[in-house]
């Protein structure tokens, strides 16, 4: 069994930056950052494929978001700058055992419970 617990969400105006969390008591193949606004279908921002730090960003994300790994700390992170109201949703920490370059939230099988991110106008 593989624990998920993210922080560093929080309420932010246009333009602001945050740093996500995702706290893991271990670190497997490749792991993962999601969102899910009210009313949407889950939306896969970042990966990153841990033995070799290895990272894939969608186009819709890629120059805004940065996902990274502490090995140190068993930790990943979503660096998020010049956020939109659009951003706003909650945020999920997800890991899969197998090597992923996909999105695909059907192929993650550990989830943390998420941390909301509210950006204002």
């Known amino acids: 069994q593989v624990r998920l617990v993210e922080s560093g969400g929080g309420s932010v105006q246009t333009g602001g930056s945050l740093r996500l969390s995702c706290a893991a008591s271990?670190?497997?193949?490749?792991m993962a950052w999601f969102r899910q606004a009210p009313g949407s279908e889950r939306e896969g921002l970042a990966l990153?494929?841990?033995?070799?730090?290895?990272?894939m960003h969608p186009a819709s994300v890629k120059d805004r978001f940065t996902i990274s790994q502490d090995n140190a700390k068993n930790t990943i992170y979503l660096q998020m700058n010049s956020l939109k109201p659009e951003d706003t949703a909650m945020y999920y920490c997800?890991?899969?055992?197998?090597?992923?370059?996909?999105?695909?939230?059907?192929?993650?099988?550990?989830w943390g419970q998420g941390t909301q991110v509210t950006v204002s106008s």
């Open positions: 997800a890991a899969a055992l197998q090597p992923l370059y996909t999105l695909d939230e059907k192929d993650y099988t550990y």
């Open positions: 271990q670190f497997t193949t490749t």
């Open positions: 990153i494929r841990t033995r070799y730090a290895s990272t």
